[in-house]
């Protein structure tokens, strides 16, 4: 009896000793990073900078080995396809916000407000980035804080100086035709380029100016816009073209070749952001190249400067995978990351604690006196009218005249105020 009973203790001692391993086990066994799972995370960002971004998920996943993240680059079909996810509820766990956080995406949006990435926005970003109830749903890694960019060498070599308003502007553009040069370099194979012309010149012509530029402020919001007066924005773009003021092969040439042109002091003028200027640099490290404040139409108007939400990132807020996505974001913004994303992409941070290396950046800072203004189509257009003034951009250059181009903007904010 005695060696039955110490048999059944030996039993249970080897019984308890293994489910303790076994739990010991599972409890010590690698959790990889404590994070487990698939993700995706998208952006409609170009190469250059989607190779900065990929860097930093590489180390997140070295850091965390039982995630995957595929990020993925719509590029130039971003809002098509964005628009299309929406619909069916049926978003990327992370995507990218590119200007309409709050204006396109809030509802599909988590609030971020408890992440740390979250407290250390800058003041002029986070407002950008905020709903109406408070709620901060992106997280803007980089600002696009521009005017637009210029060659000091092209500008030195043609003894002209930074033109203050839009008449000093066309008049530099004259001398340089006049001289063999360019004065705006246009790449439209990607019709963005016309588009940002618009984008950043609306501005100063409907917007700003002391007499009327309120008015039309709120009348671009309530849908009273006298759409008229859209004819000295494309009319802008369409004396550009038709003066020669442009590259001859403005509607065909490849965004590849800006930096390039930059560089080399082929041109005057770029509407471009930041990143230009780094990456002329790296081919001419001594082109002397900087960014000016958008140029005025009314005299008694000041130059102002055109901001917003760069490379920034909202989680979708059904996402299955919220830890690793919550996780990533924060992982981005560890000091070292955001540092190396911003002078990874040449532009400014988002974040008040992070100061990067930025070509001239602190040049441009000389004109930190001056206004922000939203960006133009973020601000007093409805959702979906950059594809509009993409088309009409690239069709100013292809024949379409200032009459037509302002029925298309015209029917296009009509449309889509109702259906907003």
């Not at 060498?153 to 001398?175: H, M, Q, Y």
């Not at 206004?371 to 257009?381: A, C, K, N, S, V």
Request: glycine content about 8%; aromatic content about 10%; hydrophobic content about 40%.
């Amino acid at each position: 009896m005695m060696k039955k009973l110490i048999a059944c203790l030996l039993v249970l001692l080897l019984v308890s000793s293994l489910s303790f391993a076994q739990g010991t086990n599972e409890e010590s066994a690698p959790k990889e990073g404590g994070l487990k799972g698939s993700i995706v995370m998208a952006t409609n960002a170009d190469e250059a900078q989607t190779s900065v971004i990929q860097s930093v998920i590489d180390k997140f996943i070295e850091e965390n080995p039982g995630v995957e993240v595929e990020y993925v680059s719509y590029g130039k079909d971003y809002e098509n396809l964005m628009k299309a996810k929406m619909a069916a509820n049926d978003l990327p766990d992370i995507f990218a916000t590119h200007g309409w956080a709050v204006n396109r995406y809030a509802e599909y949006l988590m609030p971020l407000n408890d992440l740390d990435a979250a407290k250390n926005l800058t003041q002029s970003i986070v407002g950008v980035v905020t709903t109406k109830d408070g709620s901060i749903v992106s997280i803007p890694f980089t600002v696009d804080n521009k005017g637009i960019i210029y060659s000091q060498d092209a500008l030195d070599k043609l003894g002209l100086s930074i033109p203050r308003t839009w008449d000093e502007f066309l008049n530099c553009c004259e001398v340089a035709k006049n001289n063999g040069m360019v004065g705006v370099y246009l790449a439209g194979k990607d019709n963005r380029s016309m588009a940002q012309v618009y984008d950043t010149s609306a501005q100063t012509w409907l917007v700003t100016y002391p007499n009327g530029g309120k008015e039309n402020q709120e009348a671009l919001l309530d849908g009273t816009f006298d759409w008229t007066q859209w004819g000295r924005v494309a009319g802008f773009l369409k004396t550009l073209w038709d003066n020669g003021y442009t590259n001859k092969d403005a509607n065909t040439a490849d965004t590849v070749y800006q930096a390039e042109k930059l560089a080399n002091a082929e041109c005057l003028f770029m509407f471009r952001n930041w990143s230009e200027i780094q990456a002329a640099l790296e081919i001419n490290p001594n082109a002397r190249l900087s960014m000016m404040p958008v140029p005025v139409w009314q005299e008694d108007d000041e130059p102002v400067l055109v901001g917003g939400e760069r490379e920034a990132y909202g989680i979708w807020k059904d996402s299955e995978h919220k830890d690793i996505a919550v996780a990533l974001i924060e992982f981005m913004a560890r000091p070292e990351n955001a540092t190396y994303i911003a002078e990874g992409t040449g532009m400014p941070s988002g974040f008040a604690h992070i100061d990067p290396d930025l070509p001239l950046f602190k040049e441009f800072q000389k004109y930190s006196n001056l206004r922000t203004m939203p960006i133009f189509d973020r601000e007093w257009l409805p959702s979906g009218m950059w594809a509009t003034m993409r088309t009409t951009g690239a069709g100013i250059t292809s024949g379409m005249s200032v009459e037509e181009a302002i029925k298309a903007m015209e029917e296009s904010y009509n449309n889509l105020r109702e259906q907003n």
